[in-house]
């Protein structure tokens, strides 16, 4: 499974963009970039995932280049509740039964 | 629906002891997920299930560790002998199984072993 790098922490005020990357140097051909995020007390949660170039959802945008060995996450207009770790995983796309492989994660701190 | 739900929600326990964690799927939910978090570190995988059988169980990190499915909806993660490393958050997870990879997650069990 390809390894992720990713930064341990990241501050941000209310109102701002934040984009957080990761690094993935040895993703194969079939896997996806998938990002989670996670509040303390609480379960994981499906942000977006991505194949390739841009994705779009009503949470976030993932940026994914040509080479795709990294990847960005944008967060718009980030708030006191977006305040969470989030998880960049990589990993084959489809089918049920694909285990998920987290790291530790990017601790995103939002302030006043 | 309702999500995924798991049953205690802290559980404290005595080394040596025995223990059984429960995970209610969402329903119609073919496959299943157990994993280990421990504080600082993102979520480690346990075992799937694909119905009731174990698809993978190559997370279980000893014999000690059991988990069963028998009816393809609700599952139990046993944990015999428990040491105070196994303390930790344990997360289930189930997904439509189709082809989706989407993993929905239940708010974990904290186990803690004294």
């Known amino acids: 499974l390809a390894k992720t790098t990713q930064p341990i922490s990241m501050d941000s005020y209310e109102g701002q963009e934040v984009n957080i990357t990761c690094s993935h140097n040895?993703?194969?051909?079939?896997?996806?970039i998938t990002w989670y995020q996670q509040f303390p007390s609480q379960g994981p949660r499906f942000i977006i995932q991505?194949?390739?170039t841009k994705v779009t959802n009503e949470v976030a945008s993932l940026f994914i280049p040509a080479d795709r060995k990294s990847s960005t996450l944008s967060l718009p207009r980030v708030s006191l509740s977006d305040t969470a770790v989030y998880y960049c995983l990589v990993g084959p796309g489809g089918g049920g039964g694909n285990k998920l492989t987290f790291g530790t994660g990017t601790q995103l701190k939002v302030e006043l | 629906g309702a999500g995924v739900s798991q049953t205690p929600s802290n559980k404290v326990t005595e080394k040596g002891k025995y223990v059984e964690l429960r995970c209610d799927p969402i329903?119609?939910?073919?496959?299943l997920y157990w994993y280990r978090q421990s504080l600082g570190q993102g979520p480690e995988f346990l075992i799937y299930?694909?119905?009731?059988?174990?698809?993978?169980d190559s997370g279980l990190p000893n014999d000690r560790f059991f988990a069963v499915r028998p009816e393809g909806s609700v599952s139990t993660l046993k944990i015999q002998r428990t040491e105070r490393g196994d303390s930790a958050v344990y997360l289930c997870a189930s997904s439509p199984g189709s082809g989706a990879d989407t993993q929905y997650f239940g708010p974990g069990t904290r186990l803690t072993v004294l």
């Open positions: 040895n993703i194969a051909t079939n896997d996806y």
């Open positions: 329903s119609g939910h073919t496959a």
């Open positions: 299930f694909q119905g009731t059988g174990a698809a993978d």
């Open positions: 991505g194949y390739k």
